[in-house]
């Protein structure tokens, strides 16, 4: 069984440009999380997707904002880059709210 | 609003003593409670849940953690540290009334010392 595939694995841009990840969650499952990790901050909670809805989001910018699909492959998009969304970011899914998640390997993203 | 707490930054223990990993949580309604581990260079990893029934939960690995509702706890233990066991731990609530909204602790590192 596939786990949960993150593309790109890195990324570099520059500040003011705009980027999108991509999430790919474990076959079946529906619910998929986004969260920023940094050293100072630890694991921050962007948002989550279930069935195509965002349920909870939480306290970014809306500089961050995210979409999943009908396959339930979900997408994050970052616009208007600034050195401080350097991270990494990591994609989890869930098949029910009574399991854990699965961590994909994340997207690190330096912006410079 | 779910909050977690983890108070200590960094654990040291012997291999082969036991080892305790602290974590005490906040939120409004019943919790689900969970442990995951990051290694080195590796993705998050699952170890295990608290969603209800009994306080002591088993997991991966040899761990296990108690559920304290009264003290808002879940600490992650385990009774024989391997060297292996070196890495960073969160500790992680979700509201059972919120979704999958699960919010994480700020990690706990552990070295343990052969």
């Known amino acids: 069984k596939a786990g949960v595939t993150q593309t790109p694995r890195y990324l570099i841009k520059t500040r003011g440009q705009q980027v999108t990840l991509s999430c790919s969650p474990i076959s079946g499952h529906r619910s998929v999380s986004w969260y920023q990790q940094t050293p100072g901050q630890g694991l921050q909670f962007l948002f989550e997707?279930?069935?195509?809805?965002?349920?909870n989001k939480g306290n970014f910018p809306g500089r961050f904002s995210g979409r999943q699909f009908s396959n339930s492959r979900s997408e994050m998009n970052v616009s208007t880059l600034e050195l401080g969304d350097s991270a990494l970011y990591l994609c989890?899914?869930?098949?029910?709210?009574?399991?854990?998640?699965?961590f994909g390997s994340g997207t690190r993203l330096t912006v410079v | 609003a779910q909050s977690v707490a983890q108070p200590e930054d960094q654990v040291n223990v012997a291999e082969g003593n036991p080892l305790t990993v602290k974590c005490t949580y906040s939120?409004?309604?019943?919790?689900?409670l969970f442990w995951y581990v990051q290694y080195p260079n590796r993705g998050l990893q699952f170890l295990l849940k608290?969603?209800?029934?009994?306080?002591l939960v088993k997991g991966s690995y040899g761990f296990e953690a108690e559920f304290n509702k009264s003290q808002t706890s879940f600490h992650l233990k385990k009774p024989s540290a391997l060297v292996s066991d070196s890495a960073l731990y969160f500790c992680?609530?979700?509201?059972?009334?919120?979704?999958?909204?699960?919010?994480f602790g700020a990690g706990t590192r552990l070295f343990v010392k052969a």
């Open positions: 939120v409004s309604g019943n919790p689900y």
């Open positions: 989890a899914s869930s098949s029910g709210e009574n399991y854990g998640y699965t």
């Open positions: 992680a609530v979700r509201d059972k009334t919120g979704g999958f909204k699960t919010i």
């Open positions: 997707y279930f069935s195509e809805t965002q349920r």
């Open positions: 608290y969603i209800t029934g009994d306080n």
